[in-house]
Nanobody, 114 residues
Framework: QVQLVESGGGLVQTGGSLRLSCVGS????????MGWYRQAPGKQRDLVAI???????NYTETVKGRFTISRDRAKNTVYLQMNNLKAEDTAVYYC????????WGQGTRVTVSS
């Protein structure tokens, strides 16, 4: 049973930083892709950033230059360093990981106050 557990969310002021972590367990090997999605109130869940096993990254345009995704393959862990946070980054952030099929974490809330 694959499980993804996120941590690191919270309340931060505009311009502040947070680091999200997601630890994957129960997989038979390393996840092919790991990443982060977010869902703001009343909106759909959208991709924030994703990283492949080989280290290729992809970011949504609005976070480029501010967020950095990284992973520790040995620990099946993915991180999201978020800097210069803006009010529009407020959302529930979900970890995503893929091995044969996709899996989701339970979400961690990020609130950016102005």
């Amino acid at each position: 049973q694959v499980q993804l557990v996120e941590s690191g969310g919270g309340l931060v002021q505009t311009g502040g930083s947070l680091r999200l972590s997601c630890v994957g367990s129960g997989a038979s090997g390393s996840f092919f892709r790991m990443g982060w999605y977010r869902q703001a109130p009343g909106k759909q869940r959208d991709l924030v950033a994703i990283i492949t096993y080989g280290g290729t990254t992809n970011y949504t345009e609005t976070v480029k230059g501010r967020f950095t995704i990284s992973r520790d393959r040995a620990k099946n862990t993915v991180y999201l360093q978020m800097n210069n946070l803006k009010a529009e980054d407020t959302a529930v952030y979900y970890c995503y990981a893929e091995i044969i099929r996709g899996y989701w974490g339970q979400g961690t809330r990020v609130t950016v106050s102005s």
